[in-house]
């Protein structure tokens, strides 16, 4: 949550009324990237280096021998029926050896569907896949609202880093959102805490906290 949004707020005065307890840690400045332009405009404006791994990158997959395709599930019954498609790769991502895969934490796959259920409802939630073949092998979950995406959680399937899925998966993110011709979202929030690899696509930054609550 950005500290200067009016959200920080209602989700304070939120936890006080349900009687939880709730920490603050100290803000993060999160990479940013404004949705703003045209897509090649918006390439242009970014590093040579960086054009040239995605070129690179995106041969790859166009040459690999199974068809390896990008879907956005946006229904709330898809997405719910799909989510045994993200635990399958979260259990094959590295968060797997540390204990913090989602398939390693059932409470973590509960708040996932009831955030899918009520959040997607509204349309609020959008689901990224890659697959290769039929296999699932990345994923993006996204929540929207008021114009800004937030991937709340991703991962990848460490048997195909090779072909960099969850680094394909978010060029197509991004490319997407350009692209769409309503513009439905206006900024794009990496949730992550200023790593090199999102600082390529942006040098827009804001102060972000980090909250965790419980009974």
């Known amino acids: 949550v950005c500290s200067s949004d009016l959200s920080w707020r209602h989700l304070a005065d939120a936890a006080r009324i349900a009687g939880l307890s ?28 960086l054009r040239k791994i995605a070129r690179r990158r995106l041969n ?23 989510l045994p498609d993200v635990y399958h ?16 934490r059932p409470e973590a796959a509960c708040f996932l569907e009831r955030l899918s259920s009520v959040l997607g409802a509204r349309g609020w939630v959008d689901l990224w896949m890659v697959y290769c073949g039929e296999k699932p092998i990345a994923f993006e979950y996204h929540l929207n609202y008021e114009g800004v995406a937030s991937p709340v959680r991703a991962d990848f399937d460490e048997a195909y880093s090779a072909l960099s899925p969850g680094a394909h998966l978010e060029y197509v993110i991004l490319q997407n959102l350009f692209d769409d011709p309503c513009r439905t979202v206006r900024e794009y929030n990496t949730c992550a805490d200023g790593y090199a690899y999102e600082l390529r696509w942006t040098e827009d930054r804001k102060s972000t906290r980090l909250n965790s609550s419980h009974v």
Not at 26 to 48: A, K, T, Y
Not at 66 to 80: A, N, P, Q, Y
């Open 60 to 82: 790859r997959i166009q040459k690999h021998p199974e068809k390896i395709r990008v879907v956005r599930v946006r229904s709330v019954d898809e997405i719910v029926n799909r």
């Open 22 to 49: 709730w920490v603050a840690r100290p803000d993060l400045q999160v990479p940013h990237v404004p949705v703003e332009g045209e897509w090649l405009d918006f390439m242009d404006s970014r590093s040579r280096n």
């Open 89 to 104: 790769i979260s259990s094959r991502s590295w968060k797997a050896h540390c204990g913090t895969a989602i398939s390693d």
